[in-house]
């Protein structure tokens, strides 16, 4: 069942920089990144290229650490990557010479498992996502979107409490991103898993997304936090809808011009 009446913090930023160091001096790529994740919540982050969001990501899944300031994961101070927080990319990284079943058992070879347990596993979670008739093909016979799935099924059979997910669904037409953006939500309410995604898809922040987070550059900052209050799953061509990425447009109009955008809207 989705936990969505607790008000756990998962995940807790306070007073978050970022600074790479760049021609020899420190560059700030983050400034005083301050937010919470509840348990149950769908979140996106919005921002144009640069403004830091895949960075942002990579701090919550421990990949690099804060220059300054607080980056908690369910009370803990995050330090190194966690099998909690899954990070799951727009480019599958699955290996071509594995099936899809042993693509995901072999994410599962820290877990434990007997062999048995893992294919079981592994099954389920191919099964949850469609691909049960797909378990003995190599990636190099499956559509982007049929690849995108298999990298879910890997990240899911992990039993993680967070998926990071940074434009999972860029390099998707649009037919298949529709039904992978169905398919999360689906996931998403029978697993319990929470979720926070990278995405330059206006669209598809506000059908996915409890809050949007929006992001300016230079440094990269959190503009807005805004509640999407429509309830799931959300019709696209309802006048609600459009209202809030009207809203949304309107928030990048005001400080960019539209031409510094990289975005579907
Ligand atoms: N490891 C790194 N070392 C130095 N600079 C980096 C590093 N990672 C990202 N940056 C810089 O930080 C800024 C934000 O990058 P990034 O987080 O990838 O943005 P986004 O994902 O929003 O496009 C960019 O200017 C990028 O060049
Ligand atoms: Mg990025």
Not at 115 to 126: N, V
Request: contains cysteine; glycine residues 6%; charged residues 30%.
């Amino acid at each position: 069942m989705e936990k969505t009446l607790t008000t756990k913090n998962l995940v807790e930023l306070r007073g978050v920089d970022k600074e790479f160091a760049k021609n020899g001096k420190q560059e700030k790529v983050l400034s005083g990144i301050d937010f919470d994740v509840q348990e149950g919540e769908f979140i996106s982050i919005l921002g144009k290229s640069g403004c830091g969001k895949s960075t942002l990501l990579n701090l919550i899944g421990g990949f690099d650490q804060p220059t300054r300031g607080q980056l908690h994961f369910d009370g803990k101070q995050v330090t190194k990557p966690s099998r909690r927080a899954i990070m799951l990319f727009q480019f599958y990284a699955l290996l071509p010479w594995r099936t899809v079943l042993k693509n995901v058992e072999l994410a599962l070879e820290p877990e434990g498992l007997s062999k048995e347990e893992s294919r079981d596993r592994a099954i389920t979670y191919l099964k949850l996502v469609g691909l049960e008739d797909s378990l003995h093909q190599f990636p190099s016979q499956l559509s982007g979107g049929m690849q995108q799935r298999v990298a879910i099924a890997r990240a899911l059979s992990i039993r993680p409490e967070l998926i990071l997910m940074d434009e999972p669904f860029a390099a998707l037409d649009t037919f298949n991103r529709y039904y992978l953006q169905d398919e999360l939500l689906r996931i998403k309410q029978q697993e319990g898993t929470n979720i926070i995604l990278v995405t330059h898809d206006i669209d598809e922040a506000v059908y996915l997304s409890d809050r949007i987070f929006i992001m300016d550059a230079n440094p990269g900052v959190i503009r807005k936090k805004i509640s999407v209050e429509l309830p799931k799953p959300r019709d696209r061509a309802h006048s609600d809808f459009q209202y809030y990425r009207k809203w949304i447009l309107d928030e990048f109009n005001f400080s960019q011009k539209l031409d510094d955008l990289d975005f579907n809207i």
